[in-house]
C-alpha cells in the first residue's frame, strides 16, 4: 500500500519563483492537511480540506493555496516564493466521519528557498 | 480556540530512565480527540497513540503509557526504562468537532524532543 506520496522530495528554488507540492493518497480519505515544518519546531498546519471541493485555511495561509478536485489529490501551490518558506513541507490524510481516527503522513518535501 | 502546549522544549536522560512527556490543551468543544506522534531522527511522523474526549482510561503499551485527566486538560506519555531508540522528538496533537461541525482541523504542539544518552 503506498498510503501519502508526496513529490518531489528535496526541491530548490529561488526567491520570487513557484511551484507546486504533489501530494496523492489511495486510502479514499477525505479530509487532508498540509503542514510545514521549520527547523526545530513543530508543524503548523497550513491549509486543510475535509473533501473534494472544500479547503479551509489553518494557521500559516499566506503565500499558499490549495484546492482538491478528487479525494485522492491535494496539490499545495507556493506562488512568490520567499526565503521564509524554507521548510519541510508534510501531507496527511485520515478517514472521515470518524474523527478519532489518526492521521496518516507522507514522507515530506524538504524547500529550500535562496 | 483550539490549542497544544508542549512546555518541555528538550529532555536528556540516561538509558533505563523513566521519563514523562507533558501535553496540556485547550478546546471549546465537548468531543474532541487527542493523539502522540513519535518523530525519529529519519524524519517520517509515526502514530502513537488516540484518545478521545470520553475515555479517560490511562493506557499502558509494553513500555509507553500514557495518562489523560479532562480535569487539568493534559495528556501526558511517559516512557519506562528508556531506551536509545526512544530518541526522537514527540509531538501531541488534539483534534475537535467544533460544535457538531465537521471542520476536524488537526492541531500538533511544538514537540518535545527526547535524547536518551546510553
Known amino acids: 500500500n503506498a498510503g501519502v506520496t508526496q513529490t518531489p522530495k528535496f526541491r530548490i528554488l529561488k526567491i520570487g519563483q513557484s511551484m507546486t507540492l504533489q501530494c496523492t493518497q489511495d486510502?479514499?480519505?477525505?479530509?487532508m492537511y498540509w503542514y510545514r515544518q521549520d527547523p526545530g519546531m513543530g508543524l503548523k498546519l497550513i491549509y486543510y480540506?475535509?473533501?473534494?471541493?472544500?479547503?479551509d485555511k489553518g494557521e500559516v495561509p499566506n503565500g499558499y493555496n490549495v484546492s482538491r478536485s478528487t479525494t485522492e489529490d491535494f496539490p499545495l501551490r507556493l506562488e512568490l516564493a520567499a526565503p521564509s518558506q524554507t521548510s519541510v513541507y508534510f501531507c496527511?490524510?485520515?478517514?472521515?466521519?470518524?474523527?478519532?481516527?489518526?492521521?496518516?503522513f507522507g514522507q515530506g518535501t524538504r524547500l529550500t528557498v535562496v | 480556540a483550539q490549542k497544544v502546549t508542549q512546555a518541555q522544549t528538550e529532555i536528556s536522560v540516561v538509558e533505563k530512565e523513566d521519563v514523562t512527556l507533558d501535553c496540556v490543551y485547550e478546546?471549546?468543544?465537548?468531543?474532541?480527540?487527542l493523539f502522540w506522534y513519535k518523530q525519529p531522527p529519519s524524519g517520517e511522523l509515526v502514530f502513537l497513540i488516540r484518545?478521545?474526549?470520553?475515555?479517560?482510561q490511562n493506557e499502558i503499551s509494553g513500555r509507553y503509557s500514557w495518562n489523560f485527566q479532562k480535569s487539568t486538560s493534559s495528556f501526558n506519555f511517559t516512557i519506562t526504562a528508556s531506551q536509545v531508540v526512544d530518541s526522537a522528538v514527540y509531538f501531541c496533537?488534539?483534534?475537535?468537532?467544533?460544535?457538531?461541525?465537521?471542520?476536524?482541523?488537526?492541531?500538533f504542539g511544538t514537540g518535545t524532543l527526547l535524547a536518551v544518552q546510553p
Open positions: 496527511a490524510s485520515r478517514e472521515g466521519g470518524v474523527v478519532n481516527t489518526e492521521a496518516f
Open positions: 486510502m479514499n480519505h477525505n479530509y
Open positions: 480540506s475535509v473533501g473534494a471541493g472544500i479547503t
Open positions: 478546546t471549546r468543544d465537548t468531543t474532541y480527540y
Open positions: 484518545r478521545n474526549s470520553f475515555d479517560e
Open positions: 496533537a488534539l483534534s475537535e468537532r467544533y460544535y457538531g461541525g465537521a471542520t476536524n482541523k488537526l492541531i
